[in-house]
């Protein structure tokens, strides 16, 4: 194999031409093409992977009829170390833009300079905002049902959530648990092709207009309290929960820096620029059509490459 350039160096060994805030599919990727092109990058994120690690079926990526979300990422940071891509496992604090450059701030204390930034932050799934869902996360309460479907065999299981998510949580586990109930407050709001899947299923109930109140057990999760807007109570028999109510954005870090939409969505161009100059967004952080692996790499790339073009546009990279 021939030797590789290696990306230019800069004096400052705390600035980067460019900065990868984020290390799931568009991260990754992101970082990949920069380190291909020549640009000097530091790829921080306090783990590889992101949403990707939960999904135990990908069966729309180019090359792989099927593999499982967990395998696809190793097989990204096994690319990312054979290209040498410089990675930091950390968290950003604070981002600030100072002028001609960004100024990151990292938990562990450490300060980094960056020409540009990429921020490809993912999602977070929503939380029901009850008691005892913290004390029982892992435990019971779960908000990954294609991952940890397969341990709902003989179990009862309660879905909070009646979308597409809720209905695919349905089908991951309702042939191999003993009863699932279905919270929602306005019944089937997903694909009809899903629900009509999943109106097969004997052992599934729904509970509209109902909404869980809170979750309880010992060492782990034992049993779910729900309750009508009228205020009748139940208390059901659950040993797994669920929670399939969507996601949100990790966009805190540019409140107030980035234009967000009222989703709280990084609003991008087509080329991945923000409305700040030299920031740029990927993946499921933004504004951008589906929330899928393959869009989000395919968004990291084109940030990638859109940020080349900024650096160069000032004269920053060798050569331009």
């Given at each position: 194999?021939t030797?590789r350039?290696?990306?230019?160096?800069?004096e400052?060994?705390?600035?980067?031409?460019?900065?990868i805030i984020?290390?799931?599919?568009?991260?990754?990727?992101?970082?990949?093409?920069?380190?291909n092109?020549?640009?000097?990058?530091v790829?921080?994120?306090?783990?590889?992977?992101?949403?990707?690690?939960?999904?135990?079926?990908?069966?729309?990526?180019?090359?792989?009829?099927?593999?499982?979300?967990?395998?696809l990422?190793?097989?990204?940071?096994?690319?990312?170390?054979?290209?040498f891509?410089?990675?930091?496992v950390?968290n950003v604090?604070?981002l600030l833009h100072?002028?001609?450059h960004f100024?990151?701030?990292l938990?562990s204390?450490a300060?980094f300079?960056?020409?540009?930034?990429?921020?490809?932050?993912?999602?977070?799934?929503?939380?029901?905002?009850v008691?005892?869902?913290?004390?029982?996360?892992?435990?019971?309460?779960?908000?990954?049902?294609?991952h940890?479907g397969?341990?709902?065999?003989?179990?009862n299981?309660?879905?909070a959530?009646?979308?597409?998510s809720?209905?695919?949580a349905?089908?991951?586990?309702?042939?191999?648990?003993?009863?699932?109930?279905v919270?929602?407050?306005?019944?089937?709001?997903?694909?009809?092709d899903?629900?009509a899947?999943?109106s097969?299923?004997?052992?599934v109930?729904?509970?509209?207009?109902?909404?869980?109140?809170?979750?309880?057990?010992?060492?782990?999760?034992r049993?779910?309290v729900?309750?009508?807007?009228?205020?009748d109570?139940?208390?059901?028999?659950i040993d797994l929960?669920?929670v399939e109510?969507?996601?949100?954005?990790?966009?805190?870090?540019?409140?107030?820096?980035?234009?967000?939409n009222?989703r709280?969505?990084?609003?991008?161009?087509?080329e991945?620029?923000?409305?700040?100059?030299g920031?740029?967004?990927?993946?499921?952080?933004?504004?951008g059509?589906g929330?899928e692996?393959?869009v989000?790499?395919?968004?990291?790339?084109?940030a990638a490459?859109?940020?080349?073009?900024?650096i160069?546009r000032?004269g920053?990279?060798?050569?331009?």
């Amino acid at each position: 194999m021939t030797d590789r350039p290696s990306p230019k160096q800069i004096e400052d060994p705390l600035m980067r031409e460019l900065a990868i805030i984020g290390a799931g599919p568009a991260g990754l990727a992101a970082a990949l093409f920069a380190t291909n092109q020549r640009i000097n990058t530091v790829l921080i994120a306090g783990e590889v992977g992101g949403q990707a690690l939960h999904s135990t079926h990908v069966e729309n990526y180019m090359g792989f009829e099927r593999i499982a979300g967990a395998e696809l990422v190793e097989r990204f940071e096994t690319q990312l170390h054979e290209h040498f891509v410089e990675y930091m496992v950390d968290n950003v604090s604070k981002l600030l833009h100072r002028g001609a450059h960004f100024e990151l701030e990292l938990k562990s204390g450490a300060v980094f300079q960056s020409r540009c930034v990429i921020l490809a932050t993912g999602m977070t799934p929503n939380q029901l905002r009850v008691p005892g869902e913290n004390q029982f996360i892992n435990r019971g309460v779960s908000y990954f049902a294609d991952h940890y479907g397969p341990t709902a065999h003989g179990k009862n299981v309660l879905v909070a959530g009646g979308g597409n998510s809720g209905l695919q949580a349905v089908l991951e586990v309702a042939s191999v648990a003993a009863d699932v109930k279905v919270v929602t407050r306005h019944g089937w709001t997903g694909d009809p092709d899903k629900i009509a899947a999943v109106s097969k299923f004997d052992n599934v109930e729904m509970l509209e207009s109902w909404n869980v109140v809170r979750l309880e057990g010992d060492d782990r999760l034992r049993s779910v309290v729900v309750a009508q807007a009228g205020g009748d109570e139940r208390t059901l028999p659950i040993d797994l929960v669920f929670v399939e109510i969507g996601f949100r954005p990790n966009t805190d870090l540019v409140k107030g820096l980035a234009e967000l939409n009222e989703r709280g969505e990084v609003i991008v161009s087509r080329e991945n620029e923000t409305n700040v100059p030299g920031l740029f967004a990927a993946g499921d952080c933004t504004t951008g059509l589906g929330k899928e692996i393959a869009v989000a790499v395919g968004d990291g790339a084109r940030a990638a490459l859109s940020a080349k073009r900024f650096i160069r546009r000032r004269g920053w990279q060798e050569g331009g």
